[in-house]
T-cell receptor, first 111, second 113 residues
């Protein structure tokens, strides 16, 4: 079953613009992670935010977490063509042994 | 360190056959997880192994099985293949100090005809 649901499903922007994608989840979490997947390849871990954190930065990435609304957002600033990929949020099961992914947002950045 | 490797990268099988996929985790990682990715169902957890023991299993039929060896390498097996088993199978490993981050391999693309 899907824990996170990303919104929008697809996003098309121009290089240099910012991209924002949102994720909602259903149960309480210890942390929430974001992963990137380039076309049909493996996932790359981008950032992890703990449940007691509200915002976290990593390079051009900014992640926010609102546990009261059970939602998170990923902001990519100054997008590049190389950012074209699918982005997934993921939470862990209670035992921390499995990741539960949303359906992802497909980002297309054109030059 | 070398990343997670998966073999083979591509595989074509016919219905009813069985298949074995292999995963070598990053050196020092003892936890290996498997995920199935399809356009319809998205990314779904199959199972997780740690020190040769299955710690968790997703909601998949018994045709899906796995094992882990003493060197942490893992295999998953799917018997009596069905068309719906066509998917990208991803393996991920996790270091001991992980807060939850997993490191994924490139995946094995299985096509069932």
């Amino acid at each position: 079953s899907q824990q996170g649901e990303e919104d929008p499903q697809a996003l098309s922007i121009q290089e240099g613009e910012n991209a924002t994608m949102n994720c909602s989840y259903k149960t309480s979490i210890n942390n929430l992670q974001w992963y990137r997947q380039n076309s049909g390849r493996g996932l790359v871990h981008l950032i992890l935010i703990r449940s007691n954190e509200r915002e976290k930065h990593s390079g051009r990435l900014r992640v926010t977490l609102d546990t009261s609304k059970k939602s998170s957002s990923l902001l990519i600033t100054a997008s590049r063509a190389a950012d074209t990929a699918s982005y997934f949020c993921a939470t862990s099961n209670q035992a921390g042994t499995a990741l539960i992914f949303g359906k992802g947002t497909t980002l297309s950045v054109s030059s | 360190k070398a990343g997670v490797t998966q073999t083979p990268r591509y595989l074509i099988k016919t219905r009813g056959q069985q298949v074995t996929l292999s995963c070598s985790p990053i050196s020092g990682h003892r936890s290996v997880s498997w995920y199935q990715q399809t356009p319809g169902q998205g990314l779904q957890f199959l199972f997780e192994y740690f020190s040769e023991t299955q710690r968790n299993k997703g909601n998949f039929p018994g045709r899906f099985s796995g094992r882990q060896f003493s060197n942490s390498r893992s295999e998953m097996n799917v018997s009596t293949l069905e068309l719906g088993d066509s998917a990208l199978y991803l393996c991920a490993s996790k270091p001991p100090e992980s807060r939850g981050e997993q490191f994924f391999g490139p995946g094995t693309r299985l096509t069932v005809l």
